[in-house]
């Protein structure tokens, strides 16, 4: 088990380095993300391409990097297809795997020098993804403080969009009835099941109610009764995110294409807080290539010393 600890000692906040990620490296290059490759699970997917480019983490730049990288990084480029996906026994797309929020199969971060069409997970020039559109006076609303301290607190989206900056991958578990839900970090179990309507007065959750059904190959997921305390917040939007409000309605969209390859879109649609409808732009997944890679359990915990904390509290309240 890893465990992810936010202290306050001295004034200072310790947090996991492995949090650490940069926007920039959330979005770029990825040719399987177009709008033939969604829906097609006939093994024509055609996977991201290999570059010559090697880019280091929080630079612009890209270049070869002189002499040899540990680890093999250097090697790493975006998986083949891998030929069509497998099927369920009742003819649907089996969406099981462990599934990574890059091209390579595995766990990679934004320290690594790789090939940037193996870690980013769409291109923006081809798939652009609009920042959301807040209603006058949403900022002040959702600039206030987060209710649950520093550790991120899985939800719907929230937990699968954070991946773009935490890593981490996600596994499902596909039957004709329903597809669990993991998440490794932050730490989430969902249940999505298939052919049944929401409850009639559902009670809200994190992770809101969710009803699927299949189009074609895609399995949408239709999610209502979302806790509004927690924060929505998208990878790359420089803005704080923003707090759903009861009306916030989540569709989901699930796509595997080929053998390797996953692909993910939401759509979310608030319209006491958003002027529109927000649309991500069709994120890529692939499958854990190492058959020993396994799930862990990622818990982040308050390690906090509360007179120091409130030290700290008071300091802020008479700088304002």
């Known amino acids: 088990m890893r465990t992810i600890t936010t202290s306050w000692i001295g004034g200072a906040v310790f947090a996991a380095s492995c949090l650490l990620a940069t926007a920039a490296f959330a979005q770029g290059n990825n040719a399987a993300a177009s709008g033939k490759a969604q829906g097609n699970s006939s093994g024509t997917f055609q996977a991201p391409q290999k570059t010559d480019e090697i880019c ?7 270049g070869k990097v002189p002499g040899k990288v540990a680890g093999g990084f250097l090697e790493i480029h975006p998986l083949p297809a891998g030929g069509p996906a497998p099927r369920m026994s009742d003819g649907h797309v089996d969406l099981t795997g462990r599934w990574y929020p890059n091209a390579a199969g595995r766990m990679l971060q934004a320290a690594y020098p790789l090939d940037r069409n193996a870690f980013r997970q769409f291109d923006p020039k081809a798939t652009p993804e ?8 949403m900022e ?19 937990a699968t969009l954070q991946q773009i900056s935490q890593h981490a991958p996600m596994e499902l578990i596909s039957t004709p009835q329903r597809v669990v839900m993991l998440d490794e970090y932050p730490l989430d179990v969902r249940m999505i099941y298939l052919n049944r309507p929401h409850p009639k007065d559902p009670d809200p ?14 399995l949408v997921v239709d999610v209502t009764a979302i806790d509004t305390r927690l924060r929505n917040a998208i990878p790359g939007d420089t ?9 916030e309605h989540v569709v989901e969209r699930f796509t595997r294409p080929s053998k390797n390859y996953l692909i993910y879109q939401v759509t979310v649609d608030d319209p006491d807080v958003l002027t529109k409808p927000w649309k991500s732009a069709p994120r890529i997944w692939t499958v854990a290539q190492d058959l020993h890679d ?4 990622v818990f982040c915990t308050l390690n906090q010393e509360p007179e120091e904390y409130k030290k700290i509290t008071d300091a802020r309240q008479k700088t304002k």
């Open 294 to 297: 396994e799930w862990g359990e």
């Open 205 to 218: 959750t994190f992770n809101g109610d969710s009803a699927a059904h299949w189009e074609g190959d895609t």
């Open 239 to 247: 803005s704080s995110g923003w707090f759903p409000s009861e009306k």
């Open 130 to 137: 609009e920042k959301p559109s807040y209603k006058p006076g």
């Open 140 to 158: 002040k609303l959702n600039a206030r403080p987060f209710p649950y301290g520093d550790c991120d607190q899985p939800g719907t989206p929230g």
């Open 56 to 62: 280091i983490a929080n630079r612009d730049a890209c």
